[in-house]
């Protein structure tokens, strides 16, 4: 079955790191990932999108790349700050257009 | 920036209840969302829906769930009879429909809790 997966449930880093999530997907080949922010009791937010043929798409501090060849995005947070602390998805959408989500990373940020 | 407005924010109600929750989607957008969370767990999609009709539904989405458009701003859920495992944050979402742009704006929720 076509899968996209977050493999690390929780992340703590220091402020000022660089935050660096993975997503990875297998059994089919997306035309494109997107990335969501989701706050404790809040629904989740847009951050950024890649196509597959874009090899790395940049917002601010954020930076996302898609692998093909590695069947996986990786998403950055440079310059990481606390009030980055939040749950990172992943997701993907499907022939139907609608969103299917990773289980997400749990990202915190120490000051 | 436009947003997507659910009400209400919490939802208590008792086993076997009907409840129905609320969403108003973006003025312009055309395809309309519900999903869920249970706590600790990844969000599941529901439902989508499109030109007055569903597109799609996931298992979960059975008999006791219905999404209806009853005029040109809301979009409601009602689930008939709650249950127990229906204890969950709804979040309705919605996409403007252009090709290009194929983010999803979503709620910040709806917390049922069944007793």
């Known amino acids: 079955s076509q899968k996209i997966e977050q493999n690390s449930e929780a992340l703590n880093i220091q402020e000022g790191k660089t935050a660096t999530l993975t997503c990875n997907y297998t059994n089919y080949s997306p035309a494109y990932l997107q990335w969501y922010r989701q706050d404790p009791g809040r629904g989740p937010v847009f951050l950024l999108l890649?196509?597959?043929?874009?090899k790395e798409k940049r917002k601010e501090r954020l930076k996302v790349t898609f692998d093909t060849t590695l069947k996986q995005s990786l998403f950055h947070i440079t310059a990481s700050q606390p009030a980055d602390s939040a749950t990172y998805l992943c997701?993907?959408?499907?022939?139907?257009?609608?969103?299917?989500f990773g289980s997400g990373t749990r990202l915190l940020v120490r000051p | 920036e436009p947003e997507v407005t659910q009400t209400p924010s919490h939802q208590v109600t008792q086993m076997g209840q009907e409840v129905i929750l609320r969403c108003v989607p973006i003025s312009n957008h055309l395809y309309f969302y519900w999903y869920r969370q249970i706590l600790g767990q990844k969000v599941e999609f529901l439902v989508s829906f499109y030109n007055n009709e569903i597109s799609e539904k996931s298992e979960i989405f059975d008999d006791q769930f219905s999404v209806e458009r009853p005029d040109g701003s809301n979009f409601t859920l009602k689930i008939r009879s709650t249950k127990l495992e229906d204890s969950a944050m709804y979040f309705c979402?919605?996409?403007?429909?252009?090709?290009?742009?194929?983010?999803?704006?979503f709620g910040s929720g709806t917390q049922l809790s069944v007793l």
């Open positions: 997701a993907r959408m499907d022939s139907s257009y609608k969103l299917i």
């Open positions: 890649i196509r597959e043929n874009e």
């Open positions: 979402a919605s996409r403007d429909g252009q090709a290009t742009n194929e983010k999803l704006f």
